[in-house]
């Protein structure tokens, strides 16, 4: 198992950006939609990218928004990678080609398979090369990230066992993480990266607490470690 990497998501402010640079996120995400409870303007996103250092990455979260407009932001934020999380086609992901797209998929046990053949069949006839990562979501909550409701991994597991992520780009999950159960989830789909907002926050929406954070990447890290250390 390699390590797991780590997105802390719906950032509003530079200091929580700081905060998840220093506790060794892989990721800073921002939102770009208007109404939603962490959404951002350019300007402090800005501000926002100014306190992540190289190698780690900037992803933008966008919901149904022009293509041309979201490259508009990738241009003004020189963000690394993009999130669709709304109902974005595969030929929306080829019109940004070659952002690199990470597209939201919301965990519906009964449909789960059926979606995931249609992106499989998509990078089949479109390419498709910058479908960088699939992202799995909690079903139904009518918000795009941060709903705080628990997923349901154990669709997700039983969709590995049928063999349904073959030939997919890496898996990031997603919904209602925190630190206290992230490592059992990790240990049970061994994902190539997870994906946290709410989690990481106190009573106000939007501001993250560092030491949830640091707690939230420790948890990962641990688990990360001891699976690797495990014989075959």
């Known amino acids: ?34 109404g939603a409870a962490r959404g951002i303007t350019v300007e402090q996103a800005r501000e926002i990218a100014a306190q992540v250092p190289a190698f780690v990455q900037l992803v933008g979260l966008f919901v149904d928004a022009d293509p041309l407009a979201i490259r508009d932001v990738v241009r003004q934020v020189h963000l690394s990678a993009v999130q669709l999380s709304g109902h974005e086609s595969p030929e929306v992901v080829a019109r940004l080609q070659p952002i690199p797209v990470i597209k939201s998929v919301p965990v519906d046990g009964i449909r789960l398979s059926d979606l995931l053949k249609l992106w499989k069949d998509a990078i089949a006839k479109l390419g498709l090369t910058n479908l960088a990562g699939l992202l799995m979501e909690t079903a139904g909550t009518g918000v795009p990230g941060g709903s705080g409701v628990v997923n349901d991994f154990v669709a997700i597991a039983e969709a590995q066992k049928r063999g349904d992520f073959t030939g997919l780009p890496p898996i990031i999950i997603a919904g209602g ?41 420790k948890a990962v890290a641990a688990t990360s470690n001891a699976e690797r250390r495990m014989p075959n």
């Open 1 to 34: 198992m390699s390590r797991t990497r780590i997105k802390i998501c719906g950032i509003t402010r530079p200091q929580d950006a700081a905060a998840a640079v220093a506790a060794g996120a892989d990721a800073v995400g921002m939102v770009f939609h208007v």
């Open 177 to 217: 993480l925190h630190p206290q159960n992230v490592g059992e989830v990790v240990k049970l789909l061994k994902p190539y990266a997870v994906d946290v907002s709410s989690g990481v926050e106190g009573l106000v929406k939007g501001q993250k607490l560092p030491e949830k954070i640091a707690t939230f990447v």
